[in-house]
């Protein structure tokens, strides 16, 4: 397994880090292509570095760590080592480094390629920086995709809630339906034909409008 993390140098060495895992889960019996599990994730973290790293807003002094997690997906059924290698390896590192201090934040993507999008505030994240995004949103005219329900959900900012770094999951895990985790995850039916590039740009653009929100918050 390979982590892969892209940096912006800012004018502070505080780190807001925007995360996404990259690999996709393997079955034997069919081939999963996780378009939306995780490409939606991965694609809209790879535009999100291109944007910010290209950006002369000068409301944007933070250092940003562009993080593409491997070995989300259990091998076999998900349990707290079977699950989240990429992350947990990644905190651990930077914990043993002593860089761990650094993050003050993380913004974690998965899941947001749906057609029919429906963002659940997610209750093991930092109500601080819900609050902000969710804010964002709802000033945005988004307030009919970031939602007022509630969903807990285990995922790659577990480790980095773990280590004490304020952390979010932007994830819709009624994937196919208004049931949890819906029709089309981990099927064969997460394809390409059932992502949309509109709800790409939705959090993309809440995401970017709430950065500079983050970053006065944190200083």
């Known amino acids: 397994m ?4 892209g940096v912006r140098p800012g004018k502070v060495q505080e780190i807001i880090a925007i995360g996404a895992h990259y690999e996709t889960k393997f079955f034997s019996d069919f081939t999963f292509v996780g378009a939306n599990d995780n490409c939606s994730g991965t694609g809209l973290l790879l535009e ?3 944007v910010i790293s290209s950006t002369t807003d000068p409301s944007l002094d933070f250092t940003y760590w562009f993080i593409f997690l491997d070995g989300e997906e259990a091998f076999l059924n998900w349990t707290e080592t079977d699950s989240l290698y990429g992350s947990r390896h990644l905190v651990k590192v930077l914990k043993d480094n002593g860089k761990i201090y650094q993050i003050k934040a993380m913004i ?3 899941m947001i390629g749906d057609k029919d999008l429906n963002i659940y505030k997610e209750t093991n994240s930092s109500a601080w920086l819900t609050k902000i995004i969710w804010t964002t949103a709802e000033e ?3 307030e009919k995709i970031f939602l007022s329900r509630e969903m807990l959900i285990v995922d790659d900012h577990i480790p980095f809630l773990n280590a004490g770094i304020s952390s979010i999951d932007i994830i819709d895990f009624t994937y196919g339906g208004n049931k949890s985790p819906g029709l089309y995850w981990h099927t064969p039916h997460d394809t390409l034909d059932k992502v949309c590039k509109k709800s790409l740009e939705i959090v993309g653009r ?4 709430s950065l500079p929100r983050i970053e006065s918050y944190l200083k």
């Open 2 to 5: 390979m982590n892969i993390v």
């Open 48 to 50: 999100i570095a291109r």
């Open 108 to 110: 974690l993507l998965d």
């Open 140 to 142: 945005m005219g988004y």
């Open 206 to 209: 809440v995401v970017l409008e």
